[in-house]
């Protein structure tokens, strides 16, 4: 059930990342999205974790339900910024009792007001360290930034401490969200040329109304290309028109990544079932 594995023996697989319930009155209505995406047959699905372990409880159960009664390998995201030792090796014995083997680890974002101390982690590499000595069995993915991470000073510093988290122990990588292909050939010729050789994985999200994208480029600091910017100018005040453009737009940035040798993307669905069968639906025969 690794998915470096799994990925490795497909011509060509999409997955999806759906997010837990943020209280326990959202459970019934997440958990029945999950399981509408995992019917699609996706090659694997992650879990999100909450900063703070605001959601990290759901994501364990949320994993192993789809794992265990959809039948489909299921990656549980691992954030540590917040976390103490022994609060990850509590989360790992968690994930492997769940029947979890595949771990999408983080540094996460930095609460406001939250003050690091000594005993905490601060920087990604520290947890998949701590991973590869307390659990190795696990299969370890790492996120990379195409558009480069908002804390970097630049985009080469950015790619050597990639580097050294692969080296780590990481056995793929899953991108940031981008919308311009270009820029991600780009950036995957320089880790390439870093010696980053392991598979890496497209982010892609389907942005299917205006106001998700603002909120989008706000977390993200991802760049918008001029394309992408007119489809926004011309349908976003247009739910109807803005969504089947969002989810054209995805599409044809996926099927240009097969066609230039990428095997693997992972879609965000942000746990809206239609938009996420609509993408499998648009590439049903490729990746059959």
Same mark, same amino acid.
């Given at each position: 059930?690794?998915?470096?594995?799994?990925?490795?023996?497909?011509?060509?697989?999409?997955?999806?990342?759906?997010?837990? #319930?943020?209280?326990?009155?959202? $459970? +019934?209505?997440?958990?029945?999205? %999950?399981? &509408?995406?995992?019917?699609l047959h996706p *090659?694997?699905?992650?879990?999100?974790?909450?900063?703070?372990?605001?959601?990290?409880?759901?994501?364990?159960?949320?994993?192993?339900?789809?794992?265990?009664?959809?039948?489909?390998?299921?990656?549980?995201?691992?954030?540590?910024?917040?976390?103490?030792?022994?609060?990850?090796?509590?989360?790992?014995?968690?994930?492997?009792?769940?029947?979890?083997?595949?771990?999408?680890?983080?540094?996460?974002?930095? #609460?406001?007001?939250?003050?690091? $101390? +000594?005993?905490?982690?601060?920087? %990604?590499? &520290?947890?998949?360290?701590?991973?590869? *000595?307390?659990?190795?069995?696990?299969?370890?993915?790492?996120?990379?930034?195409?558009?480069?991470?908002?804390?970097?000073?630049?985009?080469?510093?950015?790619?050597?401490?990639?580097?050294?988290?692969?080296?780590?122990?990481?056995?793929?990588l899953i991108t940031?969200?981008?919308?311009?292909?270009?820029?991600?050939?780009?950036?995957?010729?320089?880790?390439?040329?870093?010696?980053?050789?392991?598979?890496?994985?497209?982010?892609?999200?389907?942005?299917?109304?205006?106001?998700?994208?603002?909120?989008?480029?706000?977390?993200?600091?991802?760049?918008?290309?001029?394309?992408?910017?007119?489809?926004?100018?011309?349908?976003?005040?247009?739910?109807?028109?803005?969504?089947?453009?969002?989810?054209?737009?995805a599409t044809d940035?996926?099927?240009?990544?097969?066609?230039?040798?990428?095997?693997?993307?992972?879609?965000?669905?942000?746990?809206?079932?239609?938009?996420?069968?609509?993408?499998?639906?648009?590439?049903?025969?490729?990746?059959?």
């Amino acid at each position: 059930m690794k998915i470096s594995d799994i990925v490795e023996a497909k011509p060509y697989s999409v997955s999806f990342e759906v997010f837990p #319930p943020k209280t326990e009155d959202a $459970r +019934e209505g997440v958990t029945k999205a %999950a399981r &509408e995406i995992a019917a699609l047959h996706p *090659a694997f699905m992650s879990v999100t974790y909450g900063a703070g372990g605001g959601t990290s409880e759901y994501t364990a159960e949320i994993a192993h339900d789809l794992q265990e009664h959809c039948g489909v390998p299921m990656m549980a995201h691992l954030t540590c910024i917040t976390s103490t030792h022994e609060h990850i090796r509590e989360q790992l014995d968690l994930l492997k009792s769940k029947g979890v083997e595949n771990i999408l680890a983080l540094r996460g974002d930095i #609460p406001e007001g939250f003050e690091l $101390r +000594e005993q905490n982690y601060h920087h %990604a590499i &520290e947890l998949v360290r701590d991973i590869k *000595a307390y659990a190795p069995e696990f299969c370890i993915a790492g996120a990379c930034y195409p558009d480069t991470h908002p804390d970097a000073p630049s985009q080469k510093e950015d790619i050597r401490h990639l580097k050294e988290k692969v080296d780590a122990g990481m056995d793929f990588l899953i991108t940031q969200m981008f919308f311009d292909n270009p820029v991600f050939y780009s950036y995957m010729y320089k880790l390439r040329e870093a010696g980053i050789t392991v598979p890496v994985h497209p982010g892609i999200m389907p942005i299917v109304n205006a106001k998700q994208m603002k909120r989008t480029l706000k977390l993200s600091g991802t760049t918008l290309p001029e394309r992408f910017r007119r489809i926004l100018d011309t349908f976003g005040e247009t739910p109807e028109a803005m969504r089947q453009a969002g989810i054209a737009y995805a599409t044809d940035q996926i099927i240009d990544l097969f066609a230039n040798g990428i095997r693997s993307v992972h879609v965000y669905s942000m746990n809206v079932p239609s938009v996420a069968k609509a993408i499998m639906e648009n590439v049903s025969q490729i990746i059959s």
